[in-house]
């Protein structure tokens, strides 16, 4: 079974300063893992995968993420944030041998950039 | 840009009736699913369609729902007698099929919210 987890249901920060949005996972096998936003009373926007090579993968918004196989996690960040990212953020994997190709998600982290 | 949309935004039914949610998938993509988000809770999967079968549900994908893909444009998920914790916001999404099949990214409407009183 694969799951996901994100430790934190809120992350505030202020505008200009670094964000981290933490998930860790766990699969059986080699993982695709995803970050999606969703924005109030809006569906899941995608924002980034990884799914082999370099393990920083960058993705819209300027938002990007690392890839971590020893600490199973796959960290959301962003050098410096904007009101506008304020939203909902959720992880998910999928994994190699996943017949069904369904994604896993991570019970989602609230993040809150002041001005 | 294509996208994923879904019909209707918003469903309020009574415990017992028979709803149909919406979806027009993006057309060149292969894979389709629906997913669910109870308020204040997590997105789950509930089942994923491929090649006009489904190809995995989930436990809570049970004898009360089903789905079809009419048309060939459409693909609708039926809930036959709603029970008031059916009630959440249901996800449509669709992926195209990538050189590795598993490799490519999901993407989603913007939900049916369903309201079951």
């Known amino acids: 079974a694969q799951s996901v987890a994100q430790p934190e249901d809120q992350v505030n920060v202020a505008e200009g300063n670094p964000l981290t949005v933490k998930c860790t996972y766990s699969?059986?096998?080699?993982?695709?893992l995803f970050w999606y936003v969703q924005y109030p009373n809006r569906g899941l926007q995608f924002l980034l995968k990884?799914?082999?090579?370099?393990?920083l993968v960058k993705g819209s918004y300027g938002f990007e993420a690392e890839f971590n196989k020893s600490q199973t996690s796959f960290h959301l960040k962003k050098p410096s944030a904007l009101v506008s990212d304020s939203a909902l953020y959720f992880c998910a994997v999928r994994a190699l041998n996943n017949a069904g190709n369904m994604l896993t998600f991570g019970g989602g982290t609230r993040l809150m950039v002041k001005p | 840009e294509p996208e994923v949309t879904q019909t209707p935004s918003h469903q309020v039914t009574q415990m017992g009736q028979e709803v149909i949610l919406r979806c027009v998938p993006i057309s060149n993509h292969l894979y389709f699913y629906w997913y669910r988000q109870i308020l204040g809770q997590k997105v789950e999967f509930l089942v994923s369609f491929y090649n006009n079968e489904i190809s995995e549900k989930s436990e809570i994908f049970d004898d009360q729902f089903s789905v079809e893909r009419p048309d060939g444009s459409n693909f609708t998920l039926k809930i036959r007698s709603t029970k008031l914790e059916d009630s959440a916001m249901y996800f449509c999404?669709?992926?195209?099929?990538?050189?590795?099949?598993?490799?490519?990214?999901?993407?989603f409407g913007q939900g049916t919210r369903l309201t079951v009183v």
């Open positions: 990884y799914i082999t090579g370099d393990n």
């Open positions: 699969v059986s096998g080699n993982p695709y």
């Open positions: 999404a669709s992926r195209k099929s990538g050189g590795d099949r598993l490799n490519t990214e999901a993407f």
